[in-house]
């Protein structure tokens, strides 16, 4: 006995090997595929980018390299799926993780996992089988569209979708930042003051501060540091709020 897909063999002779090697998809099946995966792919990462991130961070830089970075791993994943070379399938995944890894410059924890959602996203688009070889048995194989497979791609796109609708939902997480601020009035950091430095810093920056750590304190120039934690209003983000250069809010 011989598997071969979905049919069970007895004689390898009731096979026409030369006839299973000779199928090969349409001009047109190959175009509806690629346009299945690339235009799922970029509906569902515009609508990550458009209605979940960018709603909040406002950065137009990393809304363009989302939607570019999709587009490119996608088309990248699909072509060498379709090539029999499968270490080098997956010494180009290493690559790329490698590129991510390796940054000259450091990507928030958020904008970076955007990323990783992405790119796991590109990945299941670009490499879920959609055709499969039909009439094997028969003279004139040929590849036919797997309608379940493509549900199987819509739902997986469509609950990471949920899931990060209900994590970014206003309702259910408290959206905090905090500030670095360095501070002249030393006297008030020593522990038994601390509800009257919490109250001068209320005042001076203009939030209600849920929490604070206090960092390197110089006594000589009678200045600590004060890493202060606070709530976000509804619609803000703090992408800013640990800068310190000027040089590092041109970059932004």
Known sequence: MQDFGDYTLADESLIDVQSIADAVMTTG???????IRFG???????ILVQFFYY???????YYFTFMVFSSAMLMLLYIMGNVEVGVGLTMGLFAIFGIIRYRTETVPIREMTYLFV?????????LAPLYRLS???TASPHYELLPGTVGIMLLSNALVVCLIWVLESEKLLRHTSAKLVLYDRIELIVPERRTELV????????????????GHVDFLKDAAFIKIYYTLDKGQTGSIDSLTRAKDFVEQ
């Open 29 to 35: 099946q190959s175009i509806s595929e690629l346009a």
């Open 40 to 46: 799922l792919n970029l509906l569902v990462c515009w």
């Open 55 to 61: 709603r909040k961070s406002r950065r137009c830089d």
């Open 118 to 126: 992405i790119i796991a996203l590109s990945a299941i688009n670009g």
């Open 135 to 137: 009439g094997a048995t």
């Open 199 to 214: 109250a001068d810093l209320e005042k001076r920056v203009g939030v209600k501060i849920d929490n604070l750590e206090i």
